[in-house]
């Protein structure tokens, strides 16, 4: 139905109801449907020729906007009330969400929710081919209110509150068999052992990722890990079993020879710990995904603008610009920092509203499926020995030093071992409590308690070598066994 005009005077009978079925399919979201009784279709028993009389009376030469507004309920439905004012905006000489808005008022408590929904969705510039192609704001939760921002992102992958609820996002996932599998350990193995934090992303090793959602990637993106990359190629071919910059490398290479040294040739072991969801924008995949939600986001022509502006000022000269065809390019290419900037500038307010799209949905993409809930802090999914002489593997060796077979589009340096297993994940302060212990009752500069974030930030800088004494596996274990209750 091209022109309402055209619905008057042309359709006929099922014909007409159809269309106006169409119409309405069209604007209304599923989730808004049972707060206006709506399944999809009207039955015959609408009053139509009501239908009629009232788009003839918002179509009238001469008529107030609100005599044009109010015409299109006559004889609708609250639903057909709400999808009408979208129609008929442009002749009676409004915007579309002032028309929803206006028409609205004195319909059922369902139609005037939905419809400030659809209003509010209206507001928002760029185009919107149907409201529910992009998620919008206000889902409704068991109490019939909006959900809250922490409901919809209960983990935190986004800074900006979420369209849709995170949990329900679809996945298009393929795995590529390059991984070893995962040994299951259990936590008395590790008793009297020393292990070094190895605090690192969630992202998955192994995987393509061929699209968000509705979204299919023009080029799936290749995931490297995350704690899997100490069963994957790197690992099959040189022992590789963590991967990072050549500084932070050199200094767990340094801190294990260390400990080996003060506990007479003990065996030292590191520990992957999962870090905040939002630590993957420092990974190329990541980015990688972003470029490609990018394509199919409806960037209004100013979000474009004022976002290349402040990227080529504040981040990066040489940005290609946010529609660019070398955009994916630019991110797989720029520095870990920079494209870590570029991601968290998407992530704020003015720029979400400006339709760029979500970015938790492109961590959310990237990451373990075993990892997507996980808690930062959480500490065993994944446990190597490391190697006592020439642990280090660069990508530009110098002399005869071993380079690196098996790059990590990240990183460019690696540490060798032998893959140990993975363990049930527990709380960082059950496994460095020495640390966690120290800092007990103590304040910040400005005189506040720490929080879990100080102690983190505290063991990242320290990196400490703990020994897991039997009074830390016994407080391990009686945290294992209080989940399985």
Known sequence: MSTLSEFISRRRGVERRQALNKLLNYYIPPNLRPAVNFAGSLTPQASYEGAVMGFEEALTPGASISQRVGGVGKGLSGTAGIAAPLVVAKKAGMPAAQAAQEAFQGFSTGANYAGNVVKDRLNQPGEMPTLYSNPIPGLLGPNGKPLKKEELDPLGYQATKMRGILDETE???EDLGENLPRIPRSWEE???KYVIPLYGDRTSRGFLLKGINDLKFDMPVYTEGGLDFMRGPAFQEQNAVWASNSNIIKRIADEAEKARIESKGEDIF?????????????????GSAIAEQIKGAKITRKGASDFNELVRGAISSDFPGIRSPKLREWIEKTSSPK???FIR?????????QGFPSVGLGRYGVTDITQRKLPPGMFG?????FDELQPILRKDPSGNRPGIL?????????ITGEYFGSLPPVPQGLVFKDVYDAMEGGLTKAGKPLTSAHKTHAIKTIMPVQKLRP????????YVSSLEK
């Open 339 to 341: 494209r870590k900037a």
């Open 171 to 173: 996945v298009d996932l």
């Open 190 to 192: 590790m008793e009297n």
């Open 345 to 353: 500038l998407i992530d704020t307010k003015p720029f979400q509203e």
């Open 471 to 478: 009074d830390i596996i016994e407080g391990i274990l009686g």
């Open 381 to 385: 999914m994944g446990v190597s020995k």
């Open 406 to 414: 098996v790059p990590h589009s990240t990183y460019n340096t690696q």
């Open 270 to 286: 590191g520990m992957t710990g999962s870090m905040a969801p939002n630590a993957n924008d420092f990974a190329t995949m990541t």
